[in-house]
């Protein structure tokens, strides 16, 4: 026997109890792995492909049609359809012509279609279309048969075939109705197949359709990710009547509220955020009000979150050696200078990136979900669902925990500092911390918070500060040349730039961990985010944690220094205890660290 005439056999003997194309493939394996020189490779590869049918198949932009069963970075198994050289492609035409199983034709035919082998491809093609109807009514898994009636109707549009596409839509409106009749939900193997009738919506009779996916509303209605599905389709077969898919459309909003306040919790929560991206997508002004009054009115209480404490042990001798060299100045100037330029308290942008990736690699489950991430009061502020974006939470995530461990250390070093030096007058700490950048109408509200927060008026001293800490990044921006207002533009009235912009507009012009370390610490929504919960009245009451890292944060800030000369701007970095100054140009500021 020939090699032909082996792997033939070997075929026609697993096809009894093939349930997928992969099980050939696995016949015809060895029962070692496989070397290259196996002479069933060829045949091997054919059965091992992964097809992508129908246009909206994730993969098939990548990949085409067919597409590997086992993908990395520059390796794919099997390899991609159009690398597959000649004499591969003969023995799939032999083994094709040989065997006239659904299983093999359907495979082989197909892959030599998408090929175009000659001669007469399109032959090859009708055979794969009469394999795959007939495996579509086979006991194979009723997924794998939407699959194959997916592909056959395909191929028939392909080839302009009317008659074999009206065969294939009248197959698949069958299944469906099959598939909705069974007593086991099969909710993704009914929506398959009528999403499969899209593209030949002008052979599907619309009544037919419209009967499909009210049976499916009602079937599987009750989960709301479901019904959006059903609805979705709803609205794309009624493309030719507009109302039809306007109504669909509220229908998804209002399921999701519905579900919403049937709900409790953040799954409450989470549903609510739904109706209102669903009416606000389509334009549902009614609804985008209700759904945001209820948002507005879920409690962080009321969201059913657990607190989870744990303690973090900081060596006594480095404790010892923090506070000590925090108060060691020969006065308090010296100290809060010293005070100011320690840090940043968070890693380099790259070591905690580094570390966030390290955290996906060893975790993943925790980063392939969807999830909502909460701000410091308990609220879901922000969704976070790509890679992209999970790496990009992680990172804020990593940035803020470290910034919480400083807020602990930050009032210890603070009380070391005036338990061992005088406590500075008001006049005395409005000098100091006036600068040629900071006024000294802004160092007198300062020099306010510091006392207030010595007299432990913490809220109080936070309150004072973060206003001035805007006002000091607002000037910083100046000096570079940012943009800090917005003029008016015809009856649009102008205003002042945001904070978050201004600190974006200080990247590539400030030090990248001390400016990371400020937004987190001021503006970041699901960071620190002091500024914001202080001023939008979020933060209930500060505390010396808060109210010390805004000192922290004062402390830097008046360790910048600004010069003019000629038409050049000069930032200059003030030393801690004297010393000469570095200079370099104010597009980018230094600080000591």
Known sequence: MNLDEILAAQLTTAISGAERWSDLADALRRPTN???????????????????????????????????????????????LKTIPDPTLSQW???ADTIKHPIVSSRLNDLLWTRKWKPKPHERARVAISSYL???????????????LARAL?????????????RAVTQIISAAWEALAQEKPAPGVTLRLIETLTPASSMAPPAEIDSLLQKAAQKYGADPHLFESIKDLEANWARKTPE????????????????????????????????????????????????????????PESLGLHVHEFSVEFPQEALDWLLGHMSGGVDWRECLRRFGGHGPPTDTPEENISTAQKLMRNY???????????????????????????LEAGVIDLETRQIHLWGHLAPLCLKSIFDKHQRPSPEEATVFFTTDIISKEIAER???????????????????????????????????????????????????????ELMSQLQGNFPEPWRRYLRNLLNEPIGLNLRNRVCHGLLARGGPSEAALALHAACFLRLLNHRQRSSSNQATQEPPSGGSSSQEPASRPRSES
Not at 154 to 166: I, S
Request: proline letters at 6%; a negative charge.
């Open 34 to 80: 496989p070397q290259e020189d196996d002479p069933a490779s060829a045949a091997i590869i054919a059965f091992d492909y992964v097809l992508h049918a129908g246009p909206r198949a994730q993969e098939r932009e990548q990949w085409g049609e067919f597409g590997p069963a086992v993908s990395t970075q520059g390796h794919a198994y099997p390899p991609p």
């Open 93 to 95: 035409a032999r083994l």
């Open 134 to 148: 007939d495996l579509g009514k086979s006991d194979w898994h009723p997924i794998l048969r939407a699959e194959c």
């Open 154 to 166: 395909e191929l028939t549009l392909a080839l302009n075939d009317q008659e074999g596409a009206t």
């Open 244 to 299: 039809k898919a306007i109504r669909a459309a509220r229908d998804k909003a209002e399921r999701w509220r519905d579900v919403a306040l049937a709900s409790s919790g953040l799954q409450r929560h989470v549903f609510l955020q739904k109706a209102l991206e669903v009416a606000r997508q389509h334009g549902f002004r009614d609804l985008v009000a209700t759904a945001r009054a209820e948002l507005q009115n879920v409690r």
């Open 364 to 390: 993943p489950l925790q980063f392939m979900a969807e999830r909502f991430v909460l701000d410091s009061e308990g609220r879901p502020i922000r969704r976070v669902s790509t890679p992209e974006e999970h």
């Open 446 to 500: 300062i020099s306010r918070s510091l006392l207030l927060y010595l007299d432990n008026q913490f809220d109080d001293a936070l309150h004072v500060l973060i206003p001035r800490l805007e006002t000091i990044i607002r000037d910083l921006c100046i000096i570079i040349g940012a943009v800090i207002i917005r003029e008016p533009d015809g009856a649009k009235t102008g205003g002042v730039v945001a904070l978050g």
